[in-house]
Structure formats: C-alpha cells, structure tokens
C-alpha cells in the first residue's frame, strides 16, 4: 500500500482519540480507561510482532534492553497517558488536545539541551511562534465556561513535556521502532494495572466506557502507530509524511465539535494555528531548501 496513504489512515485515526478520550472519561475513571486502553494496546502489538515473525527479536534483548525498556514503560504508556487523560478529564477537549500538541516545541528545546543538536534561527522564531500559541490558548476568555483549570493546563504541558521527553530517550535506544514500542507496553502496562488496583478499582461492566477504552487502545496506541511506522519504513521522504501529521489536531476539531457539541472558541483555533505554524515551519522551509535539514521527529 502507498507509504502516503498508510500515513494519512493512521492520521485521520488519530483525529477521532480526542472524541473517544471524553467520552470514555464520562463513562470510567482515568485509570480505569488507561488499563483498557494499555491492555488491548500491548496485545495488538504482541500479536503484529507474532504476525511479522519478529518474537525471536525479543528474545536476544539483553540485560541493559529490558531497563531501557522498563524507562520507555514509565515514561509511555504509564505517565504520559495518566497526565494526558487527567488534562482531558479537567479542561475543555479542545484545550486539552491543543495543548498536549506543544509537545514538539518541548522536543525542540530538550534536543538541544540534552542531545546537543543546533537550533538555527528559524528554530528559535518557530518556538517563539509556537509559545504565543500556547499561550493564546491558556489565556483565551471563555465567557461563560469559566476560567481553565490550572491543574488541567498543567496535566496537559505534562504531558507534552513526558512525550518528548520519551522520544529523547527512545532516540538514544537503537533497536527497531515496533520492539521498542514492545518493551513500553510490556512494562508499561502491569504498571498501570497495579495503579488501577492500588489506587482504584477495575472497571465496571459499562459497556459505552468498555468499547470506548478498547478503541481508544486500538487507535491512539496501537494500530495507528504500527500502520505510522510501517509508512515512515516504506515513505521515501520522512519529512513530508511527517508534516502531514499537523493535519490531525486541525481536523479533530471538526470532530469535537460535530460528536462533542463543543463550542470551538477563536482563541483555541489562533492558538492550535500558532502552535501548528511553529512546529511545521522548519519542516516546511527545509522542503523547499530555505533553511537547515530537518532534524529527526519521532
């Protein structure tokens, strides 16, 4: 199948999480849908790697792969997804996924401070860019919605902020993208079942709440990242594929206000603009040779 199509399925999947992320919220509890949704992640991807004849892979993992794998765990699916739904648990679903986009700016600046990577100029306007967007979003009047909660807005960056965090770490990890994807949900998730059972409890028979986590485990964790991956393997450029994915959180808030009844407000749009602009400016301009090559995204 054509790398591009494969890239905009998994895309257009990703548009739809932050619908089902509310509506999953409004039937279970954070952990209860996290448990779901990590479970049916990390059996999808152990059947795809079973599928792919790819298990002996697993099995020459050394001592040193199975911390690192443990790391990835921690970091994604445990934490980012805990801050992630806390955020849309808390805020609006159209701040709560425009926030949690910011995460490349965090990418950004934790590549240069810690991977050692050079930001140009372009980089730094695109950042500066990106941060009024965020700050667009955070300061917006919503009249009578209220203010934003400031444990929300701070759940949301959060997760941003683990997200690159995560992809820092999975960058320095050599190992094929579908095992290291692996290793995070294998360790990932006991750790979110035994959070569930420590600090809640599983998950009643709701059926809505149920279906909801499992697609949720299917779209935004799972198949869409495998079929995300197979398209960057087969893609001959990744940075087109890549500046596609901007796509996502433009479309999604045509969905949150179709299936949502979410009044979209202008704030959030300049703002989500803003921040799409800067993440995808640097992008754009290596395209056409105006700035420095893209530096790697996840």
Request: hydrophobic content about 55%.
């Amino acid at each position: 199948m054509n790398p591009y199509l494969l890239g905009t399925i998994a895309i257009l999947l990703w548009s739809t999480v932050a619908v089902a992320f509310r509506l999953a919220l409004q039937k279970l509890s954070v952990l209860q849908v996290l448990s779901l949704a990590s479970t049916t992640s990390f059996f999808v991807i152990l059947v795809t790697l079973a599928f792919q004849n790819k298990l002996s892979q697993v099995r020459q993992l050394k001592g040193k792969d199975w911390l690192q794998g443990l790391i990835l765990g921690v970091g994604n699916p445990f934490l980012y997804y805990l801050c992630l739904f806390e955020s849309y648990k808390r805020l609006p679903t159209q701040v709560a996924q425009s926030l949690n986009f910011t995460w490349p700016l965090f990418l950004a600046l934790g590549a240069f401070l810690f991977l050692g990577e050079s930001i140009s100029l372009i980089n730094l306007v695109a950042i500066f860019i990106s941060f009024l967007g965020l700050l667009t979003i955070i300061f917006q009047d919503f009249g009578p919605q209220g203010e934003l909660s400031v444990i929300g807005v701070l759940f949301a960056l959060s997760s941003a902020l683990i997200w690159a965090g995560f992809w820092i770490f999975n960058s320095t990890i050599k190992k094929p993208p579908l095992i290291k994807l692996f290793l995070s949900f294998l360790f990932g998730t006991p750790l979110i079942l035994m959070a569930t059972i420590v600090f809640d409890e599983l998950p009643n028979p709701d059926f809505q709440g149920l279906a909801l986590s499992i697609y949720i485990g299917l779209f935004e964790m799972g198949i869409s990242f495998i079929i995300w991956l197979k398209a960057l393997e087969k893609v001959p450029r990744k940075d087109v594929l890549s500046n596609l994915s901007y796509l996502s959180p433009l479309i999604s808030l045509f969905l949150i206000q179709a299936f949502l009844g979410e009044s979209i407000q202008m704030g959030t749009i300049l703002g989500l603009v803003l921040i799409v602009t800067g993440n995808a400016m640097p992008k754009i301009l290596s395209l056409i040779h105006i700035s420095e090559p893209t530096r790697r995204t996840p």
